[in-house]
């Protein structure tokens, strides 16, 4: 998820080697090697595949070099798995029979690239996915069993409980696979169509697997309200996300989706915002690869190439296509957002460049496949030319023809770009600007044209729904003058940072900004432009960090004077309630500009002016600074803050900063600016890149092992990982152009070190 944040930080250079590798790192091909104690394992995993696919134990599976013994693995797929053929597609579990992971990972899945001859689809639709939604990683592994090669493989992140914590921040609420249990071919009478049935869970056992333990009623109230009260949708089912995903498989012409015919290969899970959150899967048949609409079957790179791009608009069988186009703001939201993804990626040629360094990047390991389902020629080709005939591809929906991935391609977004739809005159938005007015109001403005209504959403909160309200022009909403072009709107703050996008609805089509809307979001930091005092740091569970006069470890409140003069603190309090401002007025004294001062939150009888008569609370709670020279006691700094850790402080990323990050060696009374070479010393770190682009390598310059802990802005724990001396490693599961705050301690050092975003 990008973040429009600035931040100053280090950036340290390059290095030539990296020992270990990511499971999805795309410049390195993953190695597996599965070793079975029996001869016979191919017949046990065609045996446990025909009966209840159960899992046989592998006596050992290795991964990039590190070693598992007792791992479950099984043979997945439908059409993609035959009884017969050498290379079907992997399972390994890794944590059936022994709690072990490999970097975070214990579900890995490799497609045997069964129906793909130019073995790019999977991995190539996985890349533009991830630009506009939450969607697996993927890259391509060798698989070897007892020593035999099995060939190449694509390997995709699994759907699990552990993807959607990461991502979407809990993984025990509804969760549904959209796939029929049985599979789905011609002979399916009942698909994951989201049509409401009724009310009796047990009608859509066929269609659906829950792999939550409890949400039937909540997956059945969102088909009852696709039916029935469309209007109410945004309450149950996050909209922009899914209509990116109709967007996505329209644009891809990928079918084998809720798009095609049987209406499959997606999962939906419900958020703390109480929203079903849609999860695309299974992308080996995209680019046109799959030719069943439900409607018609498109027989031809040309009808795949023109595919309307109202594709079930108004067919009652894809409810969760038809209900949604039918609202004629949504449906402008979705030609946006389809012509954003024809842009950014295929009418630039951005998709070629990717296709064409993953071809060469997998050239040699193709060839050397010796069970590929498609021949060598056939790879070399359908790059750019269709494949009708020859092995492998087959399958319901496939057939024997692929298209040529620039051939379609370059075709579709001729014709999409140039219908009528995307001709049309779209808004435009620019000079976007918010700022904080009050400790929980801000303004956010933005100039705009053509466009007949312009609105926001927000949100303070990444695990809660954005809102949206309507802008005005009309010189009341802090817009200025009214009719002079900008809009503005006036929300409310109730924590550090609001995420924000702005949506300017056209006559035929509208315009986000950001573009990616929904999935990326502009921020509005909470700082204070009045008087330059702010609150720049504090720590509501100290236990050694700093002691005060006393010998006791108090909980502490820093400030930091911002501006380029003295400040009296005398006009100052703090507190940690808002509806008692004055529980602490400040000491009577002077503090200098760009200087500190340090308040004790130790709930106990005043023992000098540096001691507040309140604790803060560590699971959570409130701190404002106000201003009260004549009584008044406004607020001019405040922070709404969560759990916290013990001698972990919570700060400004950057002295008066508007963004907010966890200090895991806390600058009580410093500044917390950003770390400088010297600050690394012992312990000596390479990163790079810094700023990161999804992924980012560590090395270790040093003479002994060091433990790297990543945090995110939240403070929440991404991985752990001890990189020994003299050794480096990738660390890429990590949302793309995520800020990283990585935590490192050795046995005669540690610190913390800024990856930063990027926009």
């Known amino acids: 998820m990008r973040k429009y944040l600035c931040f100053l930080g280090l950036f340290i250079g390059p290095f030539s080697t990296v020992n270990a590798q990511g499971l999805y790192d795309s410049t390195h091909i993953t190695n597996i090697q599965i070793t079975f104690a029996q001869s016979n394992w191919d017949y046990m995993l065609d045996t446990a595949k025909a009966g209840s696919e159960g899992y046989i134990m592998a006596q050992s599976v290795s991964i990039n070099g590190t070693l598992y013994d007792s791992v ?161 949708i945004e ?80 067919d009652s069988g ?17 030609l946006a957002h389809l012509k954003t993804i024809m842009e950014e990626n295929f009418s630039n040629g951005n998709y070629y460049t990717k296709a064409q360094y993953y071809h060469n990047f997998i050239d040699s390991a193709v060839n050397a496949d010796p069970n590929k389902l498609t021949t060598y020629a056939q790879f070399q080709s359908n790059i750019t030319s269709d494949v009708s005939s020859g092995p492998g591809g087959g399958g319901p929906g496939g057939g024997n023809s692929a298209p040529g991935i620039s051939a379609l391609m370059n075709a579709r977004s001729t014709y999409i770009l140039g219908l009528s739809d995307f001709t049309a005159t779209q808004p435009e938005i620019s000079n976007i600007t918010a700022t904080i007015s009050s400790s929980t109001t801000g303004t956010i403005t933005a100039s705009v044209v053509n466009a007949n209504a312009v609105y926001v959403s927000t949100r303070n909160d990444v695990e809660e729904r954005f809102n949206r309200q309507q802008m005005y022009d009309d010189g009341l909403h802090g817009d200025g003058a009214a009719n002079d072009g900008v809009y503005g709107a006036l929300t409310t703050i109730t924590s550090v940072q609001q995420h924000y996008y702005i949506y300017a609805d056209g006559t035929t089509i509208g315009k986000f900004s950001p573009e990616r809307a929904g999935h990326e979001y502009h921020v509005l930091g909470f700082q204070n432009p009045t008087n330059g005092l702010v609150i720049n740091e504090f720590m509501a569970s100290n236990n050694g960090t700093i002691a005060a006069a006393d010998g006791e470890y108090y909980d502490w409140v820093e400030l930091y004077n911002a501006s380029s003069d003295p400040i009296y603190l005398g006009d100052y309090g703090l507190t940690d309630n808002l509806d008692d401002p004055t529980k602490f007025s400040l000491p009577a004294v002077s503090l200098p500009a760009g200087d500190f001062a340090l308040f004790w939150a130790s709930d106990e009888a005043v023992v000098d002016p540096y001691h507040m008569p309140f604790k803060l609370a560590k699971s959570g709670e409130e701190v404002a600074l106000f201003y009260d020279p004549n009584g008044t006691a406004d607020t001019v700094d405040y922070i709404n803050y969560g759990a916290q850790t013990t001698d972990v402080s919570y700060g400004r990323s950057y002295d008066a900063s508007p963004d907010w990050v966890f200090f895991y060696s806390p600058t009580p009374n410093a500044s917390n600016g950003a770390l400088d070479l010297e600050e690394l010393e012992p312990i000596h770190l390479s990163v790079y890149p810094n700023p990161h682009r999804g992924s980012f390598d560590v090395k270790n310059m040093s003479a002994e092992s060091v433990l790297i802990k990543g945090y995110d802005l939240r403070g929440v724990l991404l991985f752990t990982k001890r990189i020994e001396a003299g050794e480096a490693h990738r660390f890429n599961q990590l949302q793309n152009r995520q800020l990283i705050i990585l935590h490192y301690s050795g046995p005669s050092s540690g610190g913390a070190i800024r990856v930063l975003s990027v926009q």
């Open 318 to 334: 894809w409810p969760l296509i038809q209900k949604l186009l039918n609202v004629p703001m949504y449906k402008r939201m979705y």
């Open 72 to 232: 479950g693995v099984k043979y997945k797929g439908n059409s993609t798995y035959q009884p017969n053929q050498t290379k079907n597609p992997w399972h390994i579990e890794l944590d059936t029979y022994k709690n072990q992971d490999y970097q975070g990972f214990s579900d890995i899945k490799l497609s045997n690239v069964s129906k793909d001859p130019s073995f790019l689809r999977e991995v190539l639709s996985y890349d533009i996915a991830r630009q506009y939604m939450f969607a697996p990683k993927a890259n391509y592994a060798v698989v070897y069993v007892n020593g035999s090669q099995m060939g190449l493989y694509t390997s995709a992140e699994a759907i699990t409980k552990s993807f959607v914590d990461t991502y979407l921040g809990s993984k025990k609420r509804t969760f549904v696979k959209c796939n029929p249990p049985a599979g789905a071919g011609p002979g399916t009478t009942t698909y994951p169509d989201l049509v409401y049935d009724g009310n009796d869970s047990t009608d859509y056992y066929d269609a659906y697997e829950l792999k939550s333990d409890a949400g039937w009623a909540e997956l059945i109230h969102l088909m009852d309200t696709l039916k029935n009260n469309v209007s109410a």
């Open 235 to 314: 309450d149950i089912l996050q909209v922009d996300q899914t209509l990116w995903m109709h967007a996505f498989n329209n644009a891809l012409v990928n079918l084998d989706s809720y798009s095609g015919g049987f209406k499959q290969n997606y999962y939906l899970y419900r958020t703390k915002s109480l929203q079903f959150y849609p999860i695309i899967w299974d992308l080996n048949e995209s680019f046109g690869k799959f030719s069943m609409t439900g409607t018609i079957n498109l027989s031809s790179t040309t009808s795949k190439a023109q595919m309307t791009h109202l594709l079930h608009a108004n």
